[in-house]
């Protein structure tokens, strides 16, 4: 694969101080707020260099995701309900659910696997993932995929 065309999904605790800043930048730059890169920058406290660098390079998940198909897996409880709070969860974003594959539970625990596709109605994804793992049962959840 080129390296021009790799992209990862990282949560936004592992990234460098330096690039949530230049999201921010971005984000104060295209609502106003500021009214100039210089302005920003000095606002955050970051170069004017950095913030070209990297700008379009990072941005939230969900400015990005529509028109694409994101998997999800799971590690859950089996308990009776969770898996309809989970895709009430979904449905509550918009979310169109493609796939669902749940093994069999071993030892109480269950992996689920859902292709969920992102429409242009469908609310911050990122959003729809945390409170998906702040579900009671829910383990962990992780994208594992991403399709234009």
């Not at 065309?5 to 230049?22: D, G, N, Q, R």
């Not at 429409?119 to 383990?139: C, F, K, P, W, Y």
């Amino acid at each position: 694969m080129d390296k021009q065309s790799e992209y990862y999904v990282v949560k936004k605790h592992a990234l460098p101080e330096v690039l949530l800043k230049v999201v921010e930048a971005k984000k104060l730059i295209e609502s106003g707020k500021v009214s100039s890169v210089q302005e920003a920058s000095e606002l955050l406290d970051i170069s004017r260099s950095s913030f070209y660098k990297y700008k379009d390079d990072i941005f939230p998940f969900h400015d990005s995701a529509e028109g694409t198909t994101i998997t999800l897996i799971f590690q859950m409880d089996d308990e009776p309900g969770l898996l309809s709070e989970v895709l009430k969860s979904v449905a509550g974003y918009g979310g169109n659910i493609l796939t669902i594959h749940q093994s069999i539970p071993i030892s109480g625990v269950a992996t689920l696997t859902l292709s969920i596709q992102i429409l242009e109605s469908t609310g911050d994804v990122s959003a729809m993932v945390e409170e998906i793992e702040n579900l009671r049962g829910v383990h962990y959840v992780k994208i594992v995929g991403r399709e234009s």
